[in-house]
């Protein structure tokens, strides 16, 4: 079993930036990948980057990204701290979301849909305002 914790969110006006932080315990290095979704109000859970995290793996450290943070958004990893962060900069009104992390134990063929994660942490708010 893998837990994980969000932290790092806040309210922030258009152009700043937050880092958010993944914190996992428990079975970590059975983690293949971790990657980070947000829900708008009224809005499906979105993929919007992700980090392959199995040290073993020959894809350790690929990220990708959603087109909408392309560019803006970044994702990294402390694997000795458990950690996955997501630095957000430049960021615009429509960011404004609960961001949650999650945990894939295996392989699937699109990390930024949400279906493919077994495990997720509680959220964090996020609100970017003019």
Not at 42 to 61: L, Q, T, V
Not at 112 to 122: K, V
Request: some cysteine.
């Amino acid at each position: 079993q893998v837990q994980l914790m969000e932290s790092g969110g806040g309210s922030v006006q258009v152009g700043g930036s937050l880092r958010l932080s993944c914190t996992a315990s428990g079975r970590w290095y059975q983690v293949h990948s971790v990657g980070w979704f947000r829900q708008g109000p009224g809005k499906e859970r979105e993929g919007i980057a992700f980090i392959h995290s199995r040290i073993e793996n020959a894809d350790y450290g690929y990220t990708d990204y959603a087109h909408s943070v392309k560019g803006r958004f970044t994702i990294s990893m402390d694997a000795d701290k458990n950690t996955v962060y997501l630095q957000m900069n430049n960021l615009k009104a429509e960011d404004t979301a609960v961001y949650y992390c999650g945990a894939a134990m295996g392989w699937r063929r699109n990390f930024l849909d949400s279906s493919g994660y077994n495990t997720w942490g509680q959220g964090t708010q996020v609100t970017v305002s003019s």
